[in-house]
């Protein structure tokens, strides 16, 4: 095959777009493509993709390869170890070039460096580009020249001297290539069955490119301007719900920022401070590779952490006895997703209320989650925790029923997810324990029946966590 006839390979991977996309976009300028995606088990191990994870993707690369081939592009579906499975590729076809975008998971980092090195050696030309954030992780640093581990001056500096590039079209293409050989993406198995417990996953949302900019089209014209005043209610319709087409490069961030940005104007900025947050914790899972494996305080290493198998499985279940913890694990369960207020309430409960490591939530946010990312995961925990970078005083215990009250006063929230629990009167909805009895049998509550009474109580648990402290603290 003539050089310039030679097909440019685009390694897909966390970017399943077509729209600013640079590395498909630097592909396309150089010829003919063929669009590669590997399901790579192995670089990651245990932080392989969970079971929400693995739904989102099985429909989002459905949307892709429906998109490029629309366009005359292959997408060649592989499972294995890209990095004997890319070189493979590239010669088989006779590949001048591979492009990627790139990811920042330490393994993602050491598994890419392995294949440029061998796709050059084999004479191959290999380049990677910045996607998947607004300033790279190695770009932003202090007065010092140290990275950011204060979330403050890393908003400021990233608000000032960081101005989001302009997105990338999606590009033409020049096809004179037959299909190449794939896999069938029927037959990884990303779907459950035997149950199929994605039922609500799939009324919940549209993964796929069209989705993300339905999604952001919504949130601009309906939710942006009030988010400020909104985005703590779980019971409205008051955040963007973007997470998982952002962490699947459904849509990137920059096009996101700018359009907000543009359209709501100051109303926007504490929407582009969250966008900021998940930035910053993307460059403190690159500047600190173990963020996801071990605590950032070292003297959190000696926490005494309880082993209490029975009361995390409760906690996954939404069966602790307290309505904002358990309608927040129920609608994690039933949509993949939840409501970031109420993942503070529920993360600290486990981690204070129950001194269960915050490894325990890591996890298992980590298989249910459609939007889970090993930085925010990590950094979140962390910073419920008390012991990640700028966390939150571990001290700091969050009252589960004051939260409802606060945050879900009419109970909208927590009726649609504890049905159960939909006719008691609003002042008992987060408390059902103290209601009278009579209150609790006209509602068709019974506690210990069909709804839990608490596993644990707020004022000894509480003092308990702060006893562990004070141990930790000698």
């Not at 050059?120 to 932003?140: H, M, N, Q, Y």
């Not at 990884?188 to 900019?213: I, M, N, S, V, Y």
């Amino acid at each position: 095959m003539s050089d310039e006839h030679a097909p440019a390979i685009v390694w897909f991977r966390q970017d399943l777009r077509l729209d600013d996309n640079p590395a498909l976009t630097e592909a396309a300028r150089r010829g003919p493509i063929i669009g590669v995606f590997i399901l790579d088990d192995d670089a990651p191990g245990r932080w392989r993709w969970g079971g929400a994870s693995r739904w989102w993707l099985h429909h989002s690369l459905s949307s892709l390869e429906v998109a490029l081939r629309a366009r005359g592009v292959p997408l060649v579906l592989k499972r294995g170890p890209a990095l004997t499975l890319l070189p493979e590729l590239a010669q088989a076809h006779g590949a001048r070039s591979v492009t990627w975008n790139r990811l920042y998971e330490p393994f993602a980092v050491q598994r890419d460096t392995a294949i440029k090195n061998a796709l050059t050696k084999a004479g191959i030309r290999a380049d990677s580009f910045a996607a998947s954030l607004i300033a790279e992780p190695w770009v932003l640093k202090t007065q010092s020249g140290s990275p950011f581990q204060v979330f403050t001056p890393f908003w400021k500096a990233l608000r000032a001297g960081v101005t989001p590039d302009r997105a990338h079209p999606t590009p033409q293409f020049d096809q004179s290539l037959s299909t190449p050989a794939s896999e069938e993406l029927a037959d990884w198995g990303l779907q459950p069955h035997k149950p199929d417990w994605a039922g609500g996953l799939r009324k919940t949302w549209t993964p796929g490119e069209d989705g993300a900019r339905t999604r952001l089209a919504r949130f601009v014209d309906e939710i942006a301007q009030s988010y400020k005043d909104r985005r703590d209610i779980p019971g409205v319709e008051g955040v963007s719900r973007l997470s998982p087409h952002l962490h699947w490069g459904e849509i990137s961030v920059r096009q996101v920022w700018k359009t907000v940005e543009n359209a709501v104007g100051p109303a926007g900025e504490p929407f582009l401070r969250e966008l900021a947050w998940r930035e910053f914790a993307h460059h403190l899972l690159w500047q600190f590779p173990e963020l996801h494996e071990k605590p950032f305080s070292e003297k959190f290493a000696a926490f005494p952490w309880r082993e209490d198998q029975a009361s995390l499985q409760l906690w996954r279940e939404g069966r602790t006895g307290y309505p904002m913890v358990d309608a927040g694990m129920r609608q994690l369960w039933q949509t993949g997703w939840m409501h970031n207020r109420v993942r503070l309430v529920a993360a600290s409960f486990l981690v204070k209320h129950l001194l269960i490591s915050w490894r325990r939530g890591e996890d298992w946010f980590w298989d249910t989650l459609v939007d889970a990312d090993l930085a925010n995961n990590a950094m979140n925990w962390q910073w419920i925790a008390g012991s990640g970078a700028d966390a939150a005083p571990y001290f700091r215990i969050f009252n589960p029923v004051l939260q409802g009250e606060k945050f879900d006063p009419d109970g909208d929230y927590v009726r649609r997810f504890i049905p159960e629990l939909g006719k008691l009167p609003n002042e008992w909805l987060h408390k059902p324990w103290l209601a009278p009895a009579e209150i609790l049998a006209k509602a068709g509550v019974d506690l210990g029946g069909n709804y839990p009474r608490p596993i644990v109580d707020h004022v000894e648990a509480r003092q308990r966590a702060l006893d562990a402290l004070a141990q930790l603290s000698r």
